[in-house]
């Protein structure tokens, strides 16, 4: 059973804007902590940023002031809006979920993932 779909990704130039989406299911968009991660080129996955049940939102220090995460709950969706996108954001970029929390310092284990959007941007 699919549980997070990502979709939005594609190949932008430097400077431009994108928008991630991940659609989850019913369950784990009632009771799971969500967030995006990515994983660059020959480099290992890293946190991007979180969102916990009440809203409050983390980031990477590499995003900060870049990119925003957003929650529809009526939707089922979480965003991930991408500025000013820069070369060494080309990565394939995950949802993913998981009931116990989810930190953007920590790639997990976490109970569920999407299988992934590729964001490719050019200098």
């Known amino acids: 059973q699919v549980q997070l779909v990502e979709s939005g990704g594609g190949s932008l130039q430097a400077g431009g804007s994108l928008t991630l989406s991940c659609a989850a299911s019913a369950y784990i968009a009632s009771n799971c902590f969500m967030g995006w991660f990515r994983q660059p080129p020959g480099k290992e996955r890293e946190g991007v940023a979180a969102?916990?049940?009440?809203?409050?939102?983390s980031y990477a220090d590499s995003v900060k002031g870049r990119f925003t995460i957003s929650k529809d709950n009526a939707k089922n969706t979480l965003y991930l809006h991408m500025n000013s996108l820069k070369p060494e954001d080309t990565a394939v970029y995950y949802c993913?979920?998981?009931?116990?929390?989810?930190?953007?310092?920590?790639?997990?284990?976490?109970?569920?993932w999407g299988q992934g959007t590729q964001v490719a941007v050019s200098s």
């Open positions: 969102i916990d049940s009440d809203g409050v939102t």
């Open positions: 993913a979920a998981d009931e116990r929390g989810l930190w953007v310092g920590s790639v997990g284990p976490y109970n569920y």
